[in-house]
């Protein structure tokens, strides 16, 4: 049986479609008509099995389709209204209720994380901090939480069941994890995990941006203790059905949606061939939520993005003040690689070198599952991606089909990386191995004047200088940067919007928070 084009490993019965698979409405903007050209590109140079698109401006729906597959075997079409998963795109989803809470004066974002779940102790010595951590602090992933430590036992039990694990792409450490720690399933699990594992802060509370999947977690168990509900039917009655978001929904242990439903890919190796293959176990994460463990899809994000486009209303409902808006939307902390964070959200001003251009969004991945979401305030334009393969590069197609909205060229990628000059003696003041508490490490080598970067997910890259203690390496573009302690001492890199601390040496000081 021939398998799919670009998709090595996937049977089918009929080639890939060369065009969305739902015909798209009329193109409203310049430049959209060769989008689907560079869409098609891009699914078939990365291998996507499937992916889901659309794009709205001036508030209406000017683009939406499918290209590829939703189920390759069976050979159904992508399509608007396929459910996808949509990995941390949910973390908006928990901001949105946390200022709706605020909004009705149950909770406030300056409250002290202990006010609404007393058993919340930061680890170790680092306990004396507690009483400092912040739901602002949460949802800013400045809280110091170091990353994954805990969060990563929540996902151990669908990942010691999922019968293809052994052929597909998984770093050893998670599968050694997987037969050695203790899976949890609650937030009062998480909770106890957090306060008891043997870890230290990455920073005091408020004074570094570390991506952190456990602080959104806890914001889900306090919209429960606040709002009187189980997190997945807060979502369900006061965000998914006044928005008539129909499709959208959180993962829960029984969630069984109506079809289409994406069927969920991996990579690796499988019968001595390397490819892409069918993986249909989803990788839950018991009762927890918040983080993650949502699925929706294209055309239902496409209806979210609008109510922040409309100061927090939509078809005559509000769902959420102007102040919560510009709360979620507000530039709170920088991000060391460029750009800030709001709240579930992320913000790039200055897109692709224009000064009066914000573009927020946020993107989202876990097994099966690539996701992206962006809307530019000051232009009208929205835009979502969906794809059904972890680590798939939904953020350029979605970001193709904005850069044409707004009239640059597709691929125009609103960050540039120049390059950028910098001696051997600072070259080799990188080179070490920088590790994050949950056993991920990162290597970096000098190797005929350049530096190499070595993961266990990714085969060596090398990098180049684009600024100072800064890099990338190509691809889709890697970037990263070198923290420096208040003696200039290199003690942590940054990268996949998270800290390593430099293994062995240059601990961060205590400093202030800020």
Same mark, same amino acid.
């Given at each position: 049986?021939?398998?799919? *084009? #670009?998709?090595? $490993?996937?049977? @089918?019965?009929?080639?890939?479609? %060369? =065009?969305?698979?739902?015909? /798209?409405?009329?193109?409203?903007? *310049? #430049?959209?008509? $060769?989008?689907? @050209?560079?869409?098609?590109?891009? %699914? =078939?140079?990365?291998?996507? /099995?499937?992916?889901?698109?659309?794009?709205?401006?001036? $508030?209406?729906?000017?683009?939406?389709?499918?290209?590829?597959?939703?189920?390759?075997?069976?050979?159904?079409?992508?399509?608007?209204?396929?459910?996808?998963?949509?990995?941390?795109?949910?973390?908006?989803?928990?901001?949105?209720?946390?200022?709706?809470?605020?909004?009705?004066?149950?909770?406030?974002?300056?409250?002290?994380?202990?006010?609404?779940?007393?058993?919340?102790?930061?680890?170790?010595?680092?306990?004396?901090?507690?009483?400092?951590?912040?739901?602002?602090?949460?949802?800013?992933?400045?809280?110091?939480?170091?990353?994954?430590?805990?969060?990563?036992?929540?996902?151990?039990?669908?990942?010691?069941?999922?019968?293809?694990?052994?052929?597909?792409?998984?770093?050893?450490?998670?599968?050694?994890?997987?037969?050695?720690?203790?899976?949890?399933?609650?937030?009062?699990?998480?909770?106890?995990?957090?306060?008891?594992?043997?870890?230290?802060?990455?920073?005091?509370?408020?004074?570094?941006?570390?991506?952190?999947?456990?602080?959104?977690a806890l914001l889900a168990a306090v919209v429960e203790r606040a709002g009187g509900l189980a997190f997945p039917e807060y979502m369900r009655r006061r965000i998914a059905a006044p928005l008539r978001l129909t499709r959208t929904a959180c993962r829960t242990t029984d969630y069984s949606p109506t079809p289409p439903v994406a069927q969920i890919y991996a990579r690796g190796v499988k019968d001595g061939h390397r490819g892409v293959f069918p993986a249909p176990r989803w990788w839950g994460c018991g009762e927890i939520f918040g983080h993650g463990n949502m699925v929706s899809t294209a055309r239902d994000l496409l209806r979210y993005l609008q109510l922040f486009l409309h100061g927090g209303k939509l078809d005559g409902e509000r769902l959420l003040s102007e102040d919560g808006v510009r709360a979620m939307t507000t530039s709170h902390v920088a991000i060391p690689t460029g750009g800030h964070y709001g709240y579930g959200l992320m913000i790039q001003s200055g897109y692709a070198g224009r000064p009066d251009t914000c573009v927020v969004g946020h993107g989202g991945g876990s097994k099966g599952v690539a996701a992206d979401v962006a809307f530019a305030p000051g232009n009208g334009a929205a835009v979502v991606g969906l794809a059904n393969l972890q680590n798939a590069p939904a953020q350029l197609i979605s970001r193709g089909a904005l850069d044409a909205l707004l009239g640059l060229p597709l691929e125009a990628k609103g960050q540039s990386f120049p390059d950028y000059a910098l001696p051997a003696a600072r070259l080799?003041?990188?080179?070490?191995?920088?590790?994050?508490?949950?056993?991920?490490?990162?290597?970096?080598?000098?190797?005929?004047?350049?530096?190499?970067?070595?993961?266990?997910?990714?085969?060596?890259?090398?990098?180049?200088?684009?600024g100072e203690d800064a890099f990338v390496a190509p691809g889709p573009d890697i970037s990263g940067c070198f923290l420096r302690d208040e003696a200039g001492a290199i003690w942590a890199l940054f990268t996949g919007l998270r800290a390593y601390r430099r293994a062995h040496e240059h601990v961060l000081p205590p400093g202030q928070g800020v």
């Open positions: 049986m021939p398998g799919v *084009p #670009g998709v090595p $490993g996937v049977p @089918a019965s009929t080639p890939a479609p %060369v =065009a969305p698979v739902v015909p /798209p409405v009329p193109l409203a903007a *310049p #430049g959209l008509e $060769g989008f689907e @050209a560079f869409a098609n590109g891009v %699914v =078939a140079r990365y291998r996507i /099995p499937g992916v889901a698109v659309a794009v709205a401006a001036a $508030g209406r729906t000017v683009y939406e389709g499918g290209f590829g597959y939703r189920d390759a075997e069976q050979a159904l079409p992508a399509t608007p209204d396929t459910a996808f998963g949509i990995g941390s795109v949910s973390k908006s989803f928990t901001a949105l209720a946390v200022l709706q809470l605020a909004d009705a004066g149950l909770l406030s974002v300056a409250d002290p994380v202990m006010r609404w779940l007393p058993t919340f102790r930061l680890p170790g010595e680092d306990a004396r901090h507690t009483d400092r951590v912040t739901l602002h602090h949460l949802l800013t992933h400045t809280s110091g939480l170091p990353p994954e430590t805990a969060m990563r036992r929540t996902r151990l039990g669908s990942i010691r069941e999922d019968p293809d694990l052994p052929w597909m792409d998984v770093p050893p450490r998670v599968r050694e994890a997987a037969t050695r720690l203790v899976p949890i399933t609650t937030s009062d699990q998480l909770l106890d995990a957090i306060a008891t594992q043997d870890d230290r802060l990455l920073a005091p509370p408020g004074r570094l941006f570390s991506y952190s999947n456990e602080g959104y080799r003041e990188y080179a070490g191995r920088y590790q994050s508490e949950d056993g991920d490490t990162v290597t970096i080598r000098l190797a005929d004047g350049a530096l190499v970067a070595e993961t266990e997910a990714l085969p060596p890259l090398r990098v180049r200088p684009c």
